[in-house]
């Protein structure tokens, strides 16, 4: 099998990594020439998985159209808000029946659509059926330690998702099936924002209990979101839902809870971004989280604050005050 991997970062240069090693035929696709050179040379991606030496047969390029031609899997994994204007620049170049596995976690800002719905837009309809979606608690560095780890892949053909989880399924990376494809992505999506708020919660200097109220109604939060967009309330409780919102809003690897930390410390959020290498997805998703939210009737109170205090200047102390003077309720309401 002849896969590309688009999207140098962390967890694409991992994955292409892991996949290598298990013996197919791997590209990876990075937007910086520079940073490909020095892969070649080096055998390591310096700039955002330091220190990891990559497969001996691994390949690399900096042209899209050479990446995807003739391939027979793409997996895609650039960050959520330029993943549209990849794929139409290469779909011209995409063969008939090739899988597309995306593994990007986010909405978009401007349309408010998941990466299924951008993908159904920008690819053909003879490729719908050829999609899937690999989500779930993974940090890259983790993975490419050989640290046992469990995703999931979801997609509306279940002979599909069967077929990518023997695809990426390893000794230490094992990877379970779904078909609620909305639920997994979403899952994979909405908890970097509350992963943003339970940093800012740290950053505070507050304890596990304000973290577990974080998580735990956080989680009820996404799954309130996620049926109203069509997904199913359990599979926010699977791998995608409760397992990545619980690795996001604990971990030290964690680049959203990072930002959160920084945020409850007192910087401004230009400062934090200028000084990070890497994408924190949950500074974008959570303007088109609490957008969507707003679109659909939802009540998101935790990502509204986190939303207020990236792109209102809220006082996270402020914010903190104003989610727990909300009116008391049933647990379930």
Known sequence: MKIAVIGAGSWGTTLADMLARKGFAVTLWAYEADLVERMRRARENDLYLPGVSLAAGLDFTAELATAVAGKDLLLLVPPSQVLRVLMQQAVPHIAAGTLVVSASKGIETETLQTMSEVLEETLPTSLHSRLAYLSGPSFAKEVAAGMPTAV??????????????????????????????????????????????????????????????????????????????????????????????????????????????????????????????????????????????????????????????????????????????????????
């Open 152 to 333: 999931v892949v979801a997609s509306r053909e279940l002979e599909i998702a069967r077929l990518v989880q023997d695809v990426v399924s390893t000794e230490t990376f094992r990877a379970y099936t779904h078909t609620d494809v909305l639920g997994v992505e979403l899952g994979g999506a909405l908890k970097n924002v509350i992963a943003l708020a339970a940093g800012v919660s740290d950053g505070l200097g507050f304890g596990h209990n304000s973290r577990a109220a974080l998580i735990t109604r956080g989680l009820a939060e996404m799954t309130r979101l996620g049926q109203a967009k069509g997904a199913q309330a359990a599979t926010f409780a699977g791998l995608a839902g409760m397992g990545d919102l619980v690795l996001t809003c604990t971990g030290d690897l964690s680049r959203n809870r990072s930002v959160g930390i920084e945020l409850g410390r007192g910087r401004k959020l230009k400062d934090i971004l200028a000084g990070m290498k890497t994408v924190a997805e949950g500074v974008k998703t959570s303007l088109s989280t609490f957008r969507l939210a707003q679109k659909l009737g939802v009540e998101v109170p935790i990502t509204e604050q986190m939303y207020r205090i990236l792109y209102e200047d809220k006082d996270p102390r402020q914010a903190v005050v104003d989610l727990m003077a909300r009116d008391l309720r049933h647990e379930n309401d």
